[in-house]
């Protein structure tokens, strides 16, 4: 992300999870309930500071008993009329696991922070994907940040995407735990008046009240189910123009553009493309930017949209290169690969292109991805590209003595 | 001269079966509730049977999330309303069967009621999953045979009494917590009523005989529910803030066989050796009952 100078003396320095908090209050949601779960603890601790101190006008705060119960609760109030925010994080959103689909089955636009964490067991509190990876097919929106300052800007933007007429899903904005909502950067926080001008009041036609009686979450049966499940459908369809529609106007109105469904970087003639998603971009990036010195013609495509998955925009993006390599901080055990390879590797398939595309699934529980680790990554790539697929997918630098 | 009957907000044509219970709740439920409510249903019979899409037999704003988050559906949509200006003395009102409300849902029922959210909660138990083919769930009585505690060569059915709910439910210091029949509907009206009318989180618990599950035949529906009032099986009483302040006296208590003896779930008593020692038991159970609450 490039900072313009008018950016730059609005900054401050301050916690990911504080900047993430500060995004939700200045949405203005009408209920927010949450469980405490590490890492997203300080986000919840940081909305519940503004409601003592009164900063959230026509909100309530509903510490539940459990995530199970914080995503119920937001389902009830999304059908009766509520923006809602929530916040949660591995075993948590595990737990929701069955509400996601029913939220996304009544079409109520709830959004909700993910501070991407592994899962049980062994029981780990770091940063890994697999948490949100295995949600992908309840039916919700999933946005994945790359730094501090987009995962707060992402949250006004996927109440614009949700809340679409057109769309109405609810959203995921992910963003890696520890790595993204402890750390403290430089950013900016979102302004409210920019945040009023971009973000209208949410205006739902269909609610909860006695004056106007309606049945939501009715019985279907075989005759009437399967169009349920189209209309999700068209509406991820819907989405893919809308992320990118959203992004752009973000970016006009804040001046900040993190990327619509994808975004490009030094991709313009690269033979080695690097796919990820979320804060390892970063990473990645410094590594090619040492390539490109050297005059590698090396580029990154940043996945920013999993659901929908932006199949056109990825096969466009990579279809000139010589050589893919898929990085995923998720694994689908039983298949050795990460979803995001697994997908695109899909969505390549019939688009008559045949490139080889290699994956690695990498960084589980918080194991620290170093640049050498990318650089070796790029050589085997680069390898590929000359000799073939000698191993499709595989983990990277797995400790040998620990077996 | 009898009072008018309240107009209630349950419109038929539903796909309740006949004699059907839960439809028989809801109606009451509703005319104490009025029209100026949400109900939010847990999956059972009576949302299954109710709004089969495109239609609905509900007259009052109504949703159905799942199973077990019925309360927090309900917290949720009582804090929007408030939240949004809307709250007025509108009042949601979450109706769940005994499966729902006493096993899978009680952590979510628990926290609503712990939060103190503005709400009333109706548990209409008919003392088993009557939805998935009458299983036994904690508000299954001693010796009932269901689906998954059957009576057999070694087994008289259920081996434990019912969960005491209303007493947990009291141990959340709700202001209202009520027992009622389908077998005496103007007491479930007005305790419903009642239980809406206060502020707080309120609960009822509603006796509720299902004619399949517990194999009667559906004109007997009403029968039945005041046949387990009349045997002292099911207390009526009503606590406000964790003391019994009523109780439904029964003059003559009936002989608990003559409640048994009407029900197929109960027919092994009957016929097994040593059914009469279980009889015996279950006559206990009501003994205590008469005892405890005072019902003479």
Excluded at chain 1, 342 to 360: F, V
Excluded at chain 2, 206 to 215: D, E, I
Aim: proline residues 6%.
């Amino acid at each position: 992300m490039a900072v313009n100078l008018e950016d730059k003396s609005k900054m401050v320095v301050t916690e990911g999870s504080y900047a993430v908090a500060h995004a939700a209050k200045v949405c203005r949601p009408n209920v927010i309930s949450a469980y405490p779960i590490t890492p997203q603890t300080h986000i919840v601790e940081n909305l519940s500071k503004f409601m003592a101190d009164g900063e959230i006008p026509n909100c309530e705060y509903i510490n539940v008993e459990s995530e199970f119960s914080a995503i119920s609760a937001l389902v009830g109030a999304s059908a009766a009329g509520a923006r809602t925010y929530s916040a949660t994080t591995s075993q948590g959103l595990e737990l929701m696991h069955e509400v996601l689909f029913n939220a996304a089955g009544m079409r109520l636009p709830i959004v909700m922070t993910i501070a991407n964490r592994a899962v049980s067991a062994p029981i780990n509190i770091w940063n890994d994907q697999q948490d949100s990876i295995s949600q992908r097919d309840t039916g919700w929106l999933q946005l994945y940040a790359e730094d501090l300052q987009e995962s707060a800007d992402m949250l006004p933007q996927l109440y614009k995407i949700a809340e679409d007429k057109e769309v109405l899903l609810p959203g995921m904005a992910c963003m890696d735990g520890f790595i993204l909502s402890h750390v403290y950067e430089p950013l900016v926080l979102l302004e409210q008046d920019l945040t009023d001008e971009f973000l209208p009041a949410y205006e739902p036609e269909y609610v909860l009240d006695p004056k106007n009686p309606m049945s939501f979450g009715a019985f279907a049966a075989p005759d009437t189910y399967e169009e349920f499940r189209y209309l999700q459908e068209q509406a991820m369809q819907n989405a893919l123009p809308k992320i990118e529609a959203v992004a752009k106007e973000f970016g006009e109105i804040f001046g900040r553009f993190h990327g619509g469904l994808i975004d490009e970087y030094r991709t313009e003639d690269a033979e080695v493309i690097i796919m990820a998603m979320g804060s390892i971009l970063g990473t990645i990036k410094d590594v090619v930017d040492e390539y490109r010195a050297r005059g590698e013609k090396i580029g990154v495509l940043k996945v920013r949209a999993f659901r929908p998955f932006p199949k056109e925009q990825i096969r466009k993006a990579i279809k000139d290169a010589a050589v893919v390599a898929v990085l995923d901080k998720n694994i689908s055990i039983g298949t050795n690969e990460g979803a995001l390879f697994t997908e695109t590797k899909a969505c390549m398939y019939n688009a008559r292109c045949d490139i080889p595309i290699i994956g690695y699934t990498i960084g589980h529980g918080g194991r620290d991805i170093r640049l050498e680790t990318i650089a070796k990554i790029i050589e085997e790539a680069k390898e590929v590209a000359s000799s073939g697929i000698n191993t499709e997918s595989q983990f990277v630098e797995v400790r040998e003595e620990l077996l | 001269m009898s009072k008018p009957t309240p107009k209630t907000y349950l419109s038929p044509g539903h796909r309740g079966c006949a004699g059907c219970c839960d439809a028989l709740a809801a109606k009451f439920m509703l005319m104490g509730a009025g029209p100026d409510c949400i109900v939010v249903n847990p999956t059972g019979c009576l949302e299954v049977m109710t709004t089969p899409f495109p239609e609905s037999a509900w007259e009052v704003p109504w949703i159905h999330s799942l199973f077990e988050n019925g309360p927090a559906v309900a917290s949720g949509i009582e804090a929007a309303l408030k939240a949004l200006g809307r709250k007025g003395n509108t009042k949601v009102i979450g109706v769940g069967g005994d499966g729902s409300t006493m096993d899978i849902g009680i952590r979510s029922l628990s926290g609503a009621f712990e939060r103190g959210h503005d709400l009333t909660y109706v548990c209409i138990d008919n003392e088993a999953y009557m939805n998935t083919g009458v299983q036994r769930s904690s508000g299954t009585p001693f010796d009932a045979s269901t689906t998954t505690s059957p009576a057999g060569k070694v087994s008289f059915g259920n081996p434990r009494p019912k969960k005491n709910m209303p007493a947990i439910m009291a141990a959340h210091g709700a202001p209202y917590v009520a027992t009622t029949s389908i077998g005496y509907p103007r007491d479930m009206i007005r305790k419903v009523k009642k239980a809406t009318e206060t502020e707080g989180p309120t609960y009822i618990h509603a006796h509720a005989p299902c004619p399949t599950g517990w194999g009667f035949d559906g004109s007997k529906t009403i029968e039945m529910a005041k046949l387990a009032v009349q045997t002292c099986l099911w207390p009526m009483y009503e606590m406000e803030n964790g003391e019994i302040t009523q109780v439904k006296k029964v003059k003559n208590p009936m002989p608990v066989e003559e409640y048994l003896k009407a029900q197929k779930r109960f027919k092994h008593l009957f016929t097994m050796e040593g059914g009469d020692e279980e009889i015996k038991k279950i006559q206990a159970l009501a003994d205590w009952n008469i005892e405890y609450f005072g019902l003479q």
